[in-house]
């Protein structure tokens, strides 16, 4: 493994991807960088050392009730993964430990399920939505993000549960352990961080999902992305006050992404690419 | 070993998922087909009758259709390439030994976990705004005429934006599977003295070929269905410039309340989209047996 390598191309690489990284990564720096300047500053030119006001997250919260689509982007993320959990688990479990001859099938549909191009069936969905009550509330915006993840949510928990030895199952049986007790005390502690990976990407999907959040919602049950989109018409200029709502809009997602980069690559190749 | 008892416990555990998914599956494709059929509009919901084949006979006759199916099939092809060959890349510069090696990753791949209506806003208003972006900054410093992004180049700019937020995700699945090649291997080759090239075409591409067919078909998937990004920045214009497949489908259907031709138009996504999930399942299952 060990192989030389001079100081000097280590420095030449490092300087190479700094460059590239920061480059990557000026826009956020940047919405950053603004949401502490003032408005007259935002739009002064090109500027990194601004006067630090934190006077647009206040008003953010003051002028445009901030905290509402900041819960309500909580509400839903994490309502549709604690519902998605209750039933993607039983179902990954099942075809992890037991699995029939159609198991393969079965998550290849599920994943098929996952093509289907939302716009496609906007009409329906809207239709739908505007005849049961659903449109702009909380609850169907919460089912809605459950169902779209759940292919994603079996398929994730199914590669982690299948990595759990059968063998010590077996054991446990001959240990004269009930169903039960196989369940709560060698089974849990396995598979709680391979559920917990699964929650967290999760969470980023749903927290990051700009159709359906943006299409079934108006003001009442309106999470961030909704939020974020309705300044697209500019009344005045207010990127300032902009920047401060979007950084807080990714400052969440973006600190859990930083810890579950692996479980991310997991989750969305499917196991393909571990 | 399964006995009855646990094969009905196993088939009572999938249940929910199964039934749900089935449901979320059929009941909006069945009245999406159904409704491509149908004379339909909103605003005159009582009067709702059979149509034939004339919401699809619409759709194909309405020059924004064609020029909404070649702008997804430029979104799609155009970020792909970005994204692929500027992943190869960084994938490869990350590999190397590097100071700071995590801090650069986390920098690198913080554009993924961005929401779309953000990335586009932060593109538009600070980056690509002709009077006061970043960009045109740059351009007033070089005595240039600043470009005006979204009148200019709709359709560019919303690609540029899209590779922006796809490039890291390319890049992280892409090291990750450099990263389970062989040092041996690599040890091997350079011993038998080759250079970076024939390392790179023989050794690199054929492993990360596998890797490659994956973060094609996913990102295709999501491609295919770009729509907030379009919605903050030109809402589709000027004229349909910018406009995708997804944008005319809600154009039509909540800008013109044409139920019908909403749902054709709907009913041609899903083909679209079944043509590239044929491929992604095929490459996805091969990979379950293994």
Same mark, same amino acid.
Not at chain 2, 126 to 132: A, E, F, L, N, T
Not at chain 2, 235 to 244: C, E, I, L
């Given at each position: 493994m060990a192989r030389a390598v001079s100081t000097r191309t280590k420095i030449g690489f490092s300087i190479a991807a700094w460059l590239i990284a920061l480059l990557i990564f000026f826009p956020i720096l940047y919405t950053i960088i603004t949401s502490i300047k003032t408005e007259a500053e935002a739009i002064a030119g090109f500027d990194l050392i601004p006067s630090v006001t934190f006077e647009n997250y206040v008003e953010v919260q003051t002028q445009r009730d901030y905290f509402k689509p900041f819960m309500n982007s909580v509400i839903v993320s994490v309502g549709s993964t604690l519902l998605g959990c209750l039933v993607a688990i039983p179902a990954a479990w099942s075809m992890a430990f037991a699995p029939t001859k159609r198991t393969k099938d079965i998550l290849m549909w599920m994943l098929s399920t996952k093509m289907m191009p939302a716009a496609a069936v906007l009409v329906p969905i809207y239709l739908l939505f505007r005849d049961s009550g659903l449109l702009d509330s909380r609850i169907g915006l919460t089912v809605m993000l459950m169902l779209i993840n759940l292919p994603i949510m079996v398929w994730m928990l199914y590669t982690y549960f299948r990595e759990i030895p059968v063998e010590i199952l077996e054991a446990a049986r001959m240990d004269g352990a009930s169903l039960w007790n196989e369940i709560v005390y060698v089974l849990t502690p396995m598979a709680v961080p391979g559920i917990a990976s699964t929650a967290l990407l999760n969470i980023i999907l749903a927290w990051n999902e700009a159709f359906w959040t943006i299409r079934l919602t108006t003001t009442d049950a309106a999470p961030l992305t909704a939020f974020i989109a309705s300044f697209s018409s500019p009344q005045g200029l207010f990127w300032a006050k902009l920047s401060a709502a979007s950084t807080l809009a990714i400052a969440p997602i973006l600190i859990m992404g930083w810890f579950s980069q692996r479980q991310l690559v997991r989750g969305l190749t499917f196991g393909a690419v571990k | 070993m399964a006995t009855r008892q646990t094969r009905t416990l196993a088939r009572s555990m999938m249940a929910p998922s199964v039934i749900l998914l089935l449901a979320w599956m059929i009941v909006p494709l069945a009245m999406t087909l159904w409704f491509s059929f149908l004379n339909y509009n909103l605003l005159n919901p009582a009067n709702v009758s059979f149509a034939g084949l004339f919401n699809y006979q619409y759709f194909y006759t309405d020059p924004a259709f064609f020029q909404s199916i070649w702008n997804t099939l430029l979104l799609v092809g155009g970020v792909l390439l970005i994204t692929v060959i500027g992943g190869v890349a960084l994938a490869l510069l990350l590999d190397q030994p590097i100071f700071g090696q995590g801090i650069v990753r986390i920098l690198m791949i913080s554009p993924f976990f961005v929401m779309p209506p953000v990335a586009a806003l932060v593109w538009k208003n =600070?980056? =690509?705004? $002709?009077?006061?972006g970043v960009l045109a900054d740059i351009a007033r410093w070089l005595g240039v005429q600043p470009i005006d992004w979204f009148a200019q180049y709709p359709l560019v700019s919303i690609i540029i934006i899209v590779a922006w937020q796809w490039l890291p995700f390319a890049t992280l699945i892409l090291l990750t599977a450099l990263q389970s090649l062989d040092a041996e291997q690599k040890e091997a080759a350079e011993m038998d003295g080759a250079g970076f090239v024939s390392r790179f075409i023989y050794l690199v591409v054929p492993h990360l070929a596998r890797a490659i067919t994956v973060v094609i078909l996913i990102q295709t998937i999501f491609l295919l269905g770009v729509y907030a990004e379009i919605l903050v920045t030109t +809402?589709?214009? $000027?004229?349909?410039?910018?406009? +995708?497949l997804p944008f005319l489908i809600y154009r039509t259907a909540l800008l013109g309340y044409d139920v019908g031709g909403a749902s054709a138009g709907g009913v041609i996504a899903i083909v679209l989209a079944n043509i590239v999930a044929i491929f992604l399942m095929r490459a996805v299952g091969k990979n379950l047996d293994r």
């Open positions: - | =600070m980056i =690509m705004h $002709p009077g006061y +809402n589709g214009g $000027p004229g349909y410039a910018s406009t +995708n």
